[in-house]
């Protein structure tokens, strides 16, 4: 059996071995060759070091083995069109396509589905464009110090549509990502960009994982189980410009997470930001408009929350678990309720010695990529002073708050003992709307 079925249409330039001895376990391609028409491979190519393989215009790729992965050492190029894509057509699960140690490779046009790793890159620089990966295990993976721009494409019904590790670098813009477990994974002291993307129905949308000096600027969040996760980043990344629209959650910050959080719009999510386990970002200038709950901040979460905009939201902020933000200078129009504390919301509990029992694994945990987050002792008051509320009225200000006036008591589950619930200050309250608080533009 040759690697070439007599059906082929196959162009080889330079090429001193045109087809391989069906007894040979590979395909090696150690000159220049060009690939068109129909392309059957029943076994692993290797793209020699200072090879290029070019493949053309409607070229239709069919693997016939899980076992065929396309291993580029030297160059590859595959520029498809809108009238004449590059089709790999493969058996789910099948190995995909490796780039080691290379340059300048270019994917444009290409449709690739059902991979293990669309494309594998490790110390190597390409670009994607224009191409769909549809039902892959991974469709994009950058390894050890990788750069790629990956540029107006779509990511459909795959675990994993991009993954950013290791020292790696992703310019990721203009994609669509629909239908995926997971959107862009970035990861392992990763950087780049994610910019102007749509995320739709992900379980996932962005998973960031350890410090991401990067940016995630003018992308839309929509039906996304989760839109945003940020685990141990630190003071990263900068969350600026985008829209979060219908989805479960929209951003959650875990182990002492704190990315900046400015100018974006938050609107008819279930929730729009979490905070959890000394999650602490910097929210600035959003606006929060018609979510079932704005603000969630639980164990030992400060977030520092300046400069927003907060409108007919079920719920504005509930903070529990001693959680104490800084709430100033934000503007608070017609919600159901502005502020509510939890039933674990209790520096009397802390005191008694009866705080959450899972402070300390929180603070061991948030250490993994550095020194161990602190924490203050509770105060026993959240602090929402010095905020605009409407309306403007003390008696009706009052009604919009939950604490210790509503339910005196909160109960410690393990031991049945009350404690006195923490108690709102919003006194000294702003006498007219903060004018520059809440997004830029809609």
């Known amino acids: ?20 001895a069906a007894e040979q376990r590979h395909l090696l391609i ?36 899980k076992k065929v992965v396309l291993k580029v050492e030297g160059e590859l190029e595959a520029l498809g069109s809108v009238a004449q894509p590059i089709r790999f057509e493969a058996p789910h699960g099948w190995f995909g396509i490796e780039l080691q140690t290379t340059e300048n490779s270019r994917f444009e046009h290409v449709q690739i589905e059902g991979a293990e790793s669309g494309i594998a890159a490790s110390q190597s620089r390409f ?6 990966f549809s039902s892959c295990k991974t469709a994009i993976k950058l390894d050890r110090q990788s750069e790629s ?51 739709i129905a992900n379980q996932q949308g962005v998973y960031v994982q350890h410090l991401f000096p990067g940016t995630m600027n003018e992308n839309s969040f929509e039906q996304n189980k989760t839109a945003v996760i940020c685990d141990q980043t630190m003071a990263s990344p900068l969350i600026t410009d985008n829209r979060f629209v219908g989805n479960e959650k929209g951003i959650v910050n875990l182990l002492a997470s704190k990315p900046q959080v400015r100018n974006n719009l938050f609107h008819d999510n279930d929730i729009a930001l979490v905070n959890n386990q000394l999650g602490s970002p910097v929210v600035e200038k959003n606006l929060f408009v018609g979510n079932r709950l704005a603000i969630k901040s639980e164990r030992r979460s400060a977030p520092q929350i300046e400069y927003n905009r907060f409108l007919e939201n079920d719920l504005a902020l509930f903070c529990d678990y001693l959680s104490y933000p800084t709430v100033k200078q934000n503007n608070f129009i017609t919600n159901n309720m502005a502020v509510k504390l939890g039933d674990h919301q209790s520096a009397d509990m802390e005191k008694q010695g009866a705080a959450d029992k899972q402070t300390e694994k929180i603070l061991a945990a948030s250490g993994r990529q550095g020194k161990p987050a602190v924490f203050h002792p509770a105060s026993g008051i959240v602090d929402v002073s010095l905020n605009w509320w409407e309306p403007d009225v003390e008696e009706e ?5 939950f604490d210790r006036s509503q339910e005196k008591w909160v109960l410690d589950d393990a031991t049945g003992k009350r404690y006195l619930r923490d108690e ?19």
Do not use: C
Not at 397 to 401: H, S
Not at 424 to 442: C, H, M, W
């Open 397 to 401: 200000i009052e009604k919009f708050f």
């Open 1 to 20: 059996m040759k690697v070439f079925r007599p059906i082929i249409l196959l162009v080889m330039m330079f090429l001193a071995n045109p087809v391989l």
């Open 127 to 132: 670009e994607v464009r224009n191409s769909l």
């Open 30 to 65: 150690d000159k220049n060759q060009r690939w068109q028409g129909t392309v059957e491979l029943d076994r692993p190519v290797l793209v020699a070091v200072d090879a290029r393989l070019e493949i053309a215009p409607g070229a239709r790729i069919n693997v016939t083995a």
């Open 424 to 442: 709102i200050s919003f006194r000294p309250r702003l006498t007219k709307p903060v004018t520059d608080a809440g997004r830029k533009y809609q």
């Open 149 to 199: 721009e990956i540029a107006q494409n779509e990511f459909v019904d795959n675990q994993t549509g991009i993954d950013i590790g290791t020292r790696s670098q992703g310019v990721v813009k203009e994609n669509l990502f629909k239908g995926n477990a997971v959107a862009v994974v970035a990861s392992h002291n990763s950087t780049g960009i994610v910019r102007e993307n749509r995320f």
